[in-house]
């Protein structure tokens, strides 16, 4: 990827930070070439900070780290995007972002794998989806199975309220097991884009 810092009397290029999940937009920042390569290479974005005058990684100080899952340059090639799964908050404010928006996706889908992590992470309470956590990772690929054979046959019939509800219980359930591998649902969008390229 070329980024042509030339461009700027200081060298520094414009780098949005988007959720690679959400699609939010989380902040901003400049890179020069050196604070690009390093995010390239540890996949943890690093700015140059005009304040500080030297390479700063996001989350160095708080743990609240943007990893990155992918980098792009834009048609002129003098602004990043980089797409990136937050640690945490982004702002240092304590906002999920620079401009005091919930960092949440649009969707059903998108809200329900936030409910699954948020369940995950708190990890007690009375929810059917906490106590599946708490059953470890056995367990959770277990409920697949089954979830997947209960639809298998189901689809065999011809009653498409049951098939659905099975179809249901087998997508959540694989959200579960994506969570508890500390996976998303996009990461694996994200493999599905790659093979349909080739």
């Known amino acids: 990827m070329e980024i042509d810092f030339e461009k700027f009397p200081d060298g520094l290029a414009p780098a949005i930070i988007q959720d690679s999940v959400t699609g939010r937009v ?5 890179m020069n070439r050196e604070a690009l390569d390093r995010t390239m290479s540890e996949k943890r974005v690093t700015f140059y900070s005009r304040s500080k005058k030297r390479l700063w990684t996001k989350g160095e100080e708080s743990g609240n780290f943007l990893n990155a899952t992918d980098i792009l340059a834009d048609c002129d090639k003098d602004a990043i995007l980089i797409k990136a799964v937050p640690a945490g908050p982004v702002c240092h404010t304590g906002a999920d972002t620079c401009w005091n928006e919930k960092n949440e996706a649009a969707g059903f889908l998108a809200h329900l794998e936030n409910v699954i992590r948020q369940r995950k992470k708190e990890g007690t309470g009375n929810s059917y989806t906490a106590s599946l956590f708490a059953s470890g990772i056995n367990k959770i690929a277990q409920k697949v199975g089954e979830e997947a054979t209960e639809l ?8 498409k309220d049951l098939f659905l509800n099975e179809a249901a219980d087998l997508l959540f359930h694989y959200l579960v097991l994506l969570a508890a591998k500390d996976s998303e649902l996009n990461q694996v969008v994200g493999v599905l884009e790659k093979r349909h390229k080739k």
């Open 152 to 159: 298998i046959i189901e689809a065999k019939d011809n009653n």
């Open 26 to 30: 989380l902040m901003l920042g400049y």
